[in-house]
């Protein structure tokens, strides 16, 4: 067993002006050298958590530690230990993509030799060689993401805390950022905590996931026992090309229990039943209604929506 | 909440060395400086535009100025350049740095907060040399001031871009909304105008006062004296020391202010 890299005890966040609790007596522990993850809809105070970790907010009350320091009672000792990417406009905009990776190498102690040789490198292995030299300010939001990530690398820290770190990528992209946050985790030992909304995401890279929902953490395990927890339901995703046929005995059964988005109906079922009811649309007079169907084992969404979570924001691509 | 019980580790990871003040300043300077030839070349070349416009509006209006006016209104069109740019501008800078959060970055990095505010204060401040140069040659040789003592340009900027640059970043990084800083820059660049370029024996006793409070009326006079030829190597000196003195208090009131910028 590893011990943890991250401890979180009864940390509560509010901002009084605001009047906002953004987190409620969280507790946490990311084990040493996992890819934890923090799943939940915007607002549901992912960053807030991310922020006070790496000490740039202190909580209103609670305890956290860093690899055996406390941060709450010494906040800059988080950034000898942590390289951050936040969500916020990068410092460094108008400088170009190897400058910004390279400066940040350097402002975290590496000589300037070897903070320029490691950009070369990191820029290479995140495929940013075509833009190295074009400042973030003319990257497109894909682009400047992925440039964010590549500087949040540079010179290498015990723990990686990266927040939403492939929002706006496209898919080849986030897998390099995937693979380069997995190589590190298993060449080095890092612990990775990495805030997403995205299911995909949460699915295909963390070894445990605690799902947020205002303020609260409402699951913590791997994606895949979570899941298994939930039940046998399976998703059924309907939708209509026109108004459902509600005279269909199958349709009116399914209406009472469908969660309905515009044309796009979710029906949650057991297996066996999900699959006769598709049978029966797909062969009977109500299929000439229908635009299109899936049938899938729950996700980390569905986790999220049967322990009462509030909000859809979740991405699903 | 969790599955896995876990214990702490029996000994804290060891902390890494803080990134020294020197090299996180000197990066912190490059970055700065290389965002500024894309962004501050125009503005430079506005605010010296702006300095020489003015001397040339005043060489018209006096018709027969004497020496200590002409020198005093020479060197404070000099220092409006220092003023515009590592005032107003840093101002502006700190203050757009501070709405946007991008002080995180620096926040989250195992560097001296002073050396930051000290290393982007150098930055801006050193973009003023040119400028400060040409309106000083420019106002010389339309006054008929004499060119020997010249070169103290170079230290007047030092010393006025360190004690204003320290005000401009104290009022970027304390001021809640960027469009406060701007205006509180701004008006600190009138009163470096006014204090400045009027020659002290001309102002009222209130603004003569006012005028020793003023950061940069210090290296206004040690450019007047050069301008005038009569710079003594004591006088410059304890000039430029009252600056640096002054510009150590107002770096350090900012540096307080961009600590407390990223806690809020």
Redesign the interface.
């Given at each position: 067993?590893?011990?943890?890299?991250v401890?979180v005890r009864e940390v509560t966040k509010t901002y009084p002006d605001a009047g906002v609790l953004a987190n409620d007596g969280i507790?946490?522990?990311v084990?040493?050298g996992e890819v934890f993850g923090l799943l939940g809809p915007n607002g549901a105070g992912k960053s807030t958590l991310v922020?006070q970790l790496?000490?740039?907010?202190?909580p209103t009350s609670g305890r956290i530690?860093l690899?055996?320091?406390d941060i709450v009672a010494r906040p800059?000792?988080?950034?000898?230990?942590?390289a951050?990417l936040?969500q916020?406009?990068?410092?460094?905009?108008?400088?170009p993509v190897h400058?910004v990776v390279a400066?940040?190498g350097?402002?975290?102690?590496q000589s300037r030799r070897a903070a320029a040789a490691q950009a070369t490198d990191l820029v290479d292995e995140l495929g940013l060689t075509a833009v190295a030299d074009r400042?973030l300010a003319r990257l497109t939001g894909g682009q400047l993401r992925h440039a964010c990530v590549a500087s949040a690398l540079a010179a290498r820290r015990?723990l990686l805390l990266l927040d939403e770190p492939t929002a706006g990528l496209d898919p080849v992209a986030r897998r390099e950022v995937w693979a380069a946050i997995a190589r590190r985790r298993d060449a080095h030992g890092v612990t990775v905590v990495l805030v997403t909304h995205n299911v995909i995401e949460a699915e295909a890279v963390l070894d445990?996931v605690?799902i947020l929902d205002r303020g609260r953490?409402?699951?913590?395990?791997t994606p895949g026992?979570l899941k298994a927890a939930l039940s046998d339901d399976v998703r059924l995703d309907l939708v209509w090309r026109l108004e459902p046929p509600y005279g269909d005995p199958t349709v009116a059964a399914l209406a009472e229990r469908a969660v309905v988005a515009g044309r796009r109906w979710t029906v949650r079922l057991p297996v066996e039943q999900a699959r006769a009811a598709l049978g029966r649309l797909t062969t009977g007079a109500a299929f000439a209604s229908l635009d299109d169907f899936t049938l899938a084992t729950p996700s980390l969404e569905d986790v999220y929506l049967a322990l009462g979570g509030g909000d859809d924001d979740l991405e699903r691509a | 909440m969790t599955d896995t019980s876990v214990r702490a580790p029996a000994v804290a990871a060891a902390v890494g060395g803080r990134t020294s003040w020197w090299a996180t300043a000197d990066a912190v300077y490059r970055l700065a400086l290389a965002r500024g030839r894309i962004a501050r070349g125009p503005l430079l070349f506005v605010a010296t535009l702006q300095s020489v416009g003015i001397l040339v509006l005043l060489r018209g209006v006096v018709r027969h100025p004497d020496l200590a006016t002409s020198a005093a209104v020479v060197a404070g069109g000099s220092v409006l350049v220092v003023a515009f740019v590592a005032l107003n501008l840093l101002a502006q800078r700190f203050g757009a740095m501070r709405a946007s959060r991008s002080l995180d970055y620096f926040a989250a990095l195992p560097v001296p907060a002073s050396a930051v505010v000290m290393g982007t204060a150098a930055s801006y401040a050193t973009f003023t040399v040119p400028g400060a140069l040409v309106t000083a040659v420019t106002g010389a040789a339309m006054f008929g001031l004499p060119f020997g003592q010249l070169w103290l340009v170079v230290p007047a900027v030092v010393a006025s871009g360190v004690a204003l640059s320290g005000v401009g970043a104290a009022l970027g990084l304390s001021l809640p909304r960027v469009e406060l800083a701007t205006v509180a820059g701004q008006l600190g660049m009138t009163a470096v105008l006014f204090l400045g370029l009027i020659p002290a024996g001309h102002l009222p006793l209130v603004a003569r006062g006012l005028r020793q409070a003023v950061p940069s009326t210090y290296a206004v006079d040690v450019l007047a004296a050069g301008l005038r030829g009569s710079a003594t190597p004591g006088g410059v000196l304890w000039r430029v020391a009252a600056s640096l003195a002054y510009g150590a208090v107002t770096l350090a009131i900012a540096t307080r202010a961009f600590r407390r910028a990223v806690a809020g």
């Open positions: 067993m590893n011990g943890a890299a401890t507790d946490l522990d084990l040493t922020r790496v000490g740039l907010a202190r530690d690899l055996g320091h800059a000792v988080a950034g000898h230990l942590v951050y936040g916020d406009e990068p410092a460094l905009l108008d400088l400058a400066t940040t350097r402002l975290r102690g400042p015990p445990r605690a953490v409402i699951a913590c395990d026992r | -």
